[in-house]
């Protein structure tokens, strides 16, 4: 079995990612994040193995519990350039999703196979917008990014994300304090819980770029690919 914990992002964050990662995957011909679905995420922990599940989700409640918001920025593009090459939305943490990150990596480390890179301090926090295949095609696509305008979004880590095998396997809610099954994770009514409790935490804030929602108008959905092409 392979695990990865992760976060999804949600709101306008969501739709401009997809529209990102759609738009390069076209232009270019390239299908490392868009062979399967593309869901905009920044992985937390893993992929690892386990034997012991029960404890693994025992131990991202325990984590979860400690923490209400968990604010972050998309701050704009940059890319590795490692062995593979991958473009992805920069991410800037807040402390509270670095000591978030540190406690799931901490706590799963004890009984998981989890990599090195995931215990480390200076964890590089990204969502990915093209990689594996992009290679030959890198510098044409780095360009052609740096051609838009760098995104500066807000948005918060409103649940942890327990993938199995490519899969949700349950969702830890932070703003309901309590554990989601598959079922209760992609149900459009929890999720509506979900943003109502989040709203009456944030009404101060004026966090409102958070909780735009799939149900925006055709007109701002056009104005929105406008603004990307």
């Known amino acids: 079995m392979v695990y990865l914990i992760e976060f999804r992002f949600h709101g306008y964050a969501k739709w401009y990612a997809k529209n990102i990662i759609y738009d390069v995957a076209r232009k270019f011909n390239v299908k490392g994040v868009t062979q399967k679905r593309a869901v905009p995420h920044i992985s937390l922990f893993g992929p690892f193995d386990t034997n012991d599940e029960r404890r693994l989700v025992s131990e991202i409640i325990s984590v979860g519990n400690k923490y209400d918001l968990v604010p972050f920025r998309i701050k ?6 490692n062995q593979n090459k991958v ?11 670095k000591s978030l990150r540190r406690d799931i990596a901490y706590s799963l ?21 093209a990689f594996k295949d992009i290679d030959y095609k890198f510098d044409k696509i780095w360009n052609y990014i740096q051609q838009k305008q760098e995104p500066y979004l807000h948005q918060h880590l409103l649940r942890i994300t327990i993938i199995k095998n490519s899969r949700i396997l349950y969702e830890y809610d932070l703003m309901q304090k309590r554990l989601l099954n598959r ?9 509506g819980e979900t943003i109502e409790l989040f709203k009456q935490k944030t009404s101060d804030f004026n966090q409102d770029i958070d909780v735009i929602e799939e149900h925006e108008s055709v007109w701002d959905k056009i104005k929105s690919i406008l603004r990307l092409t």
Do not use: C, M, R
């Open 87 to 97: 473009i992805y939305l920069d991410i800037e943490p807040s402390e509270e999703l």
């Open 109 to 129: 480390s004890k009984f998981s196979n989890g990599k090195a890179f995931d215990n480390n301090h200076n964890f590089n926090f990204h969502a990915t917008v």
């Open 76 to 81: 704009g593009f940059d890319f590795f350039n």
């Open 183 to 191: 079922q209760l994770a992609l149900s459009k009514s929890t999720w």
